[in-house]
T-cell receptor, first 113, second 118 residues
Framework: KNQVEQSPQSLIILEGKNCTLQ??????????LRWYKQDTGRGPVSLTI?????NTKSNGRYTATLDADTKQSSLHITASQLSDSASYIC????????????FGRGTSLIVHP | GAVVSQHPSRVICKSGTSVKIECRSL??????MFWYRQFPKQSLMLMAT?????????EQGVEKDKFLINHASLTLSTLTVTSAHPEDSSFYIC??????????????FGEGSRLTVL
């Protein structure tokens, strides 16, 4: 069964600090991995998308890494801002018959001033 | 990026009534759309895959007679919650991908529709 596990479940940091969120998956065969940011009561917004051949991708202060061998990804947030407070969701899609995305439970990030 | 619009964003209804939620891809055609349900502080739970011109594929445990999905055009899918009950109160979100996008990459999400059943 395809699974996506995220850690930590929740995280509280001070404004200006960096943090790293983790995503482990068992989806196979692998096609792509996406990180989304979801503000409370809103739909998810895409941050990054990576395919098998990519091991890092940046979007402003967000940098995602992918290790397809160990089936792990991380999302690093640099110089956090109050507006970064949200849920961060890791979504993995397989290829062929496994193309329907599998969602992680998300990491709830709270940035305090 | 591409835009997916959901309507209504909030709806309150009485128990026993039916509610329709629309999901539109505004600037692209989507042969496949997904419908999700999200409870507070939990991740999105896939309910069904909506395919244009054919029957939706429902996930295990999701009642297809309860949650009617119609994908009549390449830009519109609708979810109808029939005979709604308070336990159907939730946040419903749709997503759609560009041609080939479902398999290769980008999924775009609507803003969600919060349903409250009294």
């Amino acid at each position: 069964k395809n699974q996506v596990e995220q850690s930590p479940q929740s995280l509280i940091i001070l404004e200006g600090k960096n943090c790293t969120l983790q995503c482990n998956y068992t989806v196979s065969p692998f096609s792509n991995l996406r990180w989304y940011k979801q503000d409370t009561g809103r739909g998810p917004v895409s941050l990054t998308i990576m395919t098998f051949s990519e091991n890092t991708k940046s979007n402003g202060r967000y940098t995602a890494t992918l290790d397809a061998d160990t089936k792990q990804s991380s999302l690093h947030i640099t110089a956090s801002q109050l507006s970064d407070s949200a849920s961060y969701i890791c979504v993995v899609s397989g290829s062929g018959g496994s193309y329907i995305p599998t969602f992680g439970r998300g990491t709830s990030l709270i940035v305090h001033p | 990026g591409a835009v997916v619009s959901q309507h209504p964003s909030r709806v309150i209804c009485k128990s026993g009534t039916s509610v329709k939620i629309e999901c539109r891809s505004l600037d692209f055609q989507a042969t496949t759309m997904f419908w999700y349900r999200q409870f507070p502080k939990q991740s999105l739970m896939l309910m069904a895959t909506s395919n244009e011109g054919s029957k939706a594929t429902y996930e295990q445990g999701v009642e297809k007679d309860k949650f009617l999905i119609n994908h009549a055009s390449l830009t519109l899918s609708t979810l109808t919650v029939t005979s709604a009950h308070p336990e159907d109160s939730s946040f419903y979100i749709c997503s759609a991908g560009l041609a080939g996008g479902i398999r290769t990459g980008e999924l775009f999400f609507g803003e969600g529709s919060r349903l409250t059943v009294l």
